[in-house]
């Protein structure tokens, strides 16, 4: 009878009779007594901690990492499970660990920050897929399959598998998908252009060069724009081309100060 009882009040082969040590607990002051008797509850408690875990290590972390996941969400249920509710140690921590694990991929596992909702949908999307694969051979299942499995309105299975891949980035240093010759993310990014410098730079001297003589504009546009030499400018215009650049370096060196000016 007493196995039966022990049976049915621990459901995992694998529990530990505690109940009488957490009385013993609770009754204990803070100190050296109590530190040893939580530490040996912890310790006799980690294989449940640990299968716990077991049951989320396909999802893409470390199975180290889930188990010290785990073993603080066991230390928390320790420290705040009550036995004088009348509960079994067991019923309380089960799903204290499993939140503290659900909680680590929530926090620490996205690469992205997705709302909770998105998270939600991505599961649910993610767990319908796997159920449906088992029913459907040769092709993923469509999304109006997976929507009427969940119930959910086929934009949100379209969220759900946008999320899918949301859960970690792609190295800008990896192959992009479909690219036999190693064409990498990097290289498809822009960069900054040069020629955006030269567009401030001639809105910042219009209404300079506006305010010059017609032939001090001339004389430099020939020169910038036309690509003449000076001494061409000076044959056409009929002066000299020692004038021509004095005419060159006077205007350039007034418009460079007075856009100077303005930028101070």
Not at 148 to 176: C, M, N, P
Not at 203 to 211: D, F, G, I, M
């Amino acid at each position: 009878m007493a196995h039966r009882a022990s049976a049915k009040h621990h459901p995992h082969d694998d529990a530990p009779d505690t109940a009488e040590a957490f009385r013993r607990l609770a009754t204990l002051p803070p100190g050296e007594q109590r530190d040893t008797l939580r530490a040996h509850l912890v310790e006799a408690w980690l294989p449940m901690a640990d299968r716990l875990a077991g049951r989320f290590r396909s999802r893409g972390e470390n199975f180290d990492d889930l188990r010290q996941v785990a073993a603080v969400g066991l230390i928390k249920a320790v420290d705040r499970y009550d036995p004088e509710l009348g509960n079994a140690f067991e019923s309380y921590a089960v799903p204290t660990i499993t939140g503290e694990i659900k909680r680590h991929f929530r926090d620490h596992m996205w690469t992205l920050h997705v709302p909770r909702r998105v998270q939600d949908l991505r599961n649910r999307v993610r767990f319908a897929r796997q159920d449906l694969a088992q029913t459907i051979s040769g092709r993923p299942p469509s999304v109006a399959e997976i929507a009427e499995h969940t119930q959910l309105s086929e934009d949100d299975v379209r969220t759900g598998l946008e999320a899918l891949e949301s859960f970690t980035a792609l190295s800008l240093d990896a192959d992009l998908p479909g690219s036999d010759e190693g064409y990498s993310l990097s290289e498809a990014l822009g960069s900054p252009d040069p020629a955006l410098d030269t567009v401030v730079d001639r809105e910042s001297v219009k209404p300079r060069l506006a305010a010059l003589s017609e032939r001090e504009r001339t004389i430099l546009y020939m020169r910038f724009f036309g690509d003449m030499t000076q001494s061409r400018i000076a044959e056409q215009l009929g002066i000299s081309q020692m004038h021509v650049s004095r005419l060159i370096s006077r205007c350039c060196d007034r418009l460079r100060d007075q856009v100077m000016r303005e930028v101070v």
